[in-house]
């Protein structure tokens, strides 16, 4: 994401670019969903923080949350909201960084390509509205990957105690079995034994991420 946002940032006037606004969007969930207390919103907004960190905070930036369905409330702000609002005030330049989709999709080459980019330019002739590459299959991704399952293998398998807990008003019958039965898993012992190439592995990969 880092890599993706510093690219894009590159094609926007040097006079402009760290003017421009970064408007992280991620799938927005109902409020009910919210309210039960599902860590979703915090883990996405851990990400963009680590993102901007890396950043150096160089630009404004918000999260907002998008494919809203159906009359209930959901989380926002509404992604398609937050950019008439921000053209509106004189933030004319914004950079769309998909945060919580990993490759692209109807969500991005349609909602945020054509609904949110090609439909509001025509509303806002002025606006220079670009959005982030989608990790897709690029080489850094696919790095970062392997080296998560390398450590998951090393580690036994075992999951982080987060795993374990559910929501605290979660109504779902079958969360908690679920989670009692990843959280219990041991890998199989002819997984086991490839630890130490898997170590040799994660020891090539530091660098990743």
Known sequence: AVVSTQSTGETIDPKNRNKATLLFSAHSLPMKVVNRGDPYPQEVAATVQRVMENLNFSNPYRLVWQSKVGPSAWLGAPTDEAIKGLIKNGNKNIVLVPIAFTSDHIETLFEMDIEYIEDMKKEFPDANIL?????????????????????????????????????????????????????SRQLPESISQTDSDCNDFDSDTKAVG
């Open 131 to 183: 959005r982030c590459e989608s990790l897709n299959d690029h080489p850094k991704f696919i790095e970062c990957l392997a080296q998560l399952v390398a450590r998951h293998i090393s580690s036994d398998g075992k999951t982080i105690p987060q795993m374990s807990l559910r929501c605290p008003m979660c109504t779902n019958p079958t969360c908690g079995p679920m989670r009692g039965f990843f959280s």
